[in-house]
């Protein structure tokens, strides 16, 4: 399931594919030492603050915007954890949601790493919740993008699609 979803998208080579994939079946018991690799492929040591970070933002059941990761547990600086959020992120680790409306800058483990999904995102409140991506509607999207993008010679390889309207505590 998740090995043809990641088919479908096309969006990672054929070895680092199947390693993803016996990452994820394993229960992701391999997370850290592929968060590990990719970190060491950019000449960047997996601190534990960055450990740290991971965990939080893995362990949370929607992204977490900066406050959040800065109400856990240990203080930790602001500008520290932004710094080591940013070398995540250029190591392909964790995915930052651009802030919108009202609302904060989010973070979330890159989708290579957990699942393909999709957000709504209230532009109210700011919250953001995660939105499965079922089969049939990866399917939709894909080819009346794929028709669209081919128009401009442009090859879609993945994509994002967020909404944006009210939660139900803002409606
Ligand atoms: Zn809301
Ligand atoms: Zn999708």
Do not use: W
Request: proline fraction near 2%; hydrophobic fraction near 40%; glycine fraction near 8%.
């Amino acid at each position: 399931m998740v090995l043809a979803e990641f088919r479908f998208l096309g969006c990672t080579r054929e070895g680092e594919l199947e390693g993803t994939v016996a990452t994820l079946t394993g229960m992701k018991a391999g997370l850290d030492e592929l968060v590990g690799r990719r970190l060491r492929s950019r000449g960047q040591r997996y601190t534990p603050l960055r450990k740290a970070l991971v965990r939080k933002v893995r362990a949370a059941a929607h992204p977490l915007a900066i406050h959040d990761i800065l109400a856990s547990g240990k203080r930790l600086a602001q500008s520290s954890v932004y710094r080591n959020l940013v070398v995540l992120e250029q190591a392909g680790v964790i995915r930052r949601l651009a802030a919108t409306g009202s609302g904060f800058a989010r973070y979330e483990l890159a989708e290579d790493l957990t699942e393909h999904h999709h957000h709504l995102i209230c532009t109210s409140c700011g919250s953001v919740e995660d939105l499965p991506a079922p089969v049939g509607l990866e399917r939709t999207v894909q080819k009346a993008t794929a028709a669209l993008a081919s128009r401009r010679g442009f090859r879609v390889r993945a994509h994002r699609v967020d909404m944006l309207g009210l939660c139900s505590r803002c409606d």
